[in-house]
DNA sequence: TGCTATATAAGAGCGTTTCTTATATACTTC
DNA sequence: GAAGTATATAAGAAACGCTCTTATATAGCA
């Protein structure tokens, strides 16, 4: 695969965005920098890192792909409010035993968790607005 | 809420198709017998079904929103060749304990294991196809 | 039966992703 | 270092899913 300067920008943008970034959201990370990469080259080029195990894809539940450059096993945190998507590691949820049955049928490649919810934010925010005088 | 046909029709339509269909698949599963309902009153609807709670929304990679009529507590397998999603049971996965760190910070209001993977009918294709003589 | 709040159809609008094609360039070969 | 070639990119079009707008229809109530 060939190094140029748009992948060294979407891979480095997605590193320092930290979060779990659309290619929409590194289309414009970037842009500060390089005004003139493509939408369509950030999204190819985040599939390629994908394909090549460099990124992952987040769960979500529809709407944009969701790219996460945290490649450690982890799992995730979905705020029902906000949208926001939290790292979270768990041994027990590693550890977890895989039902028979689904040995059976199917090979696992990966495994994750998610726990949605209401993060400490929106937990907060509800607070302030709802039990005033 | 108002008991319509078209609201039947969504609603006998997504039990019906029993996989994790989205609203265009749903749209055309109903289009048999009822051509003219439009594909915003399907989505629509299949929100309002899911702030209802009589639906879930299943968590996947991108693209458009899955619904699922199965309410009991579950988890699921995503095959990664087909796209095929599959429902499992595991106790090992509900009593699963949450860090306390996360319990801190977080309502958890649900909690899904998602499975990657391959399935069988993939794992079979693969085998038929790659090494015969 | 008639009324009214609610629901629907149709099409427009929007954002994301993918496709197409001409142009540019990273890497190889000499 | 220069030339050649396979690969990558930009730009715009197109596809797709979802949402919004507005005029019309209708379910359930009085
Ligand atoms: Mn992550
Ligand atoms: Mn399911
Ligand atoms: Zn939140
Ligand atoms: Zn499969």
Redo the contacts with the bound molecule.
């Keep these: ?7 060294s920008a ?1 891979y480095k943008a997605v590193l320092e965005h930290g979060d779990h970034p ?4 590194i289309h414009k990370w970037i842009a500060r920098d ?1 005004p ?10 985040l ?2 890192f994908h394909d090549m195990g460099l990124l992952n894809i987040v769960e979500g539940e ?5 790219f996460d450059p945290n490649t450690r096993s982890h799992h995730h945190l979905h705020c029902d409010r906000c949208g926001k998507i939290i790292d979270f590691y768990s041994d027990a949820a590693d550890n977890m035993p895989i039902p028979p049955e689904v040995q059976n049928d199917f090979i696992v490649e990966r495994k994750r968790i998610v726990l949605s919810g209401i993060c400490r934010e929106c937990m907060n925010a509800n607070d302030a607005s709802g039990s005033g005088t």
Tied chains: 1, 2.
């Design positions: 695969m060939r190094i140029t300067p748009q992948r979407i659309t290619a929409s959201e390089m003139h990469v493509s939408i369509d080259t950030v999204n190819r080029t599939h390629s529809g709407g944009p792909r969701r």
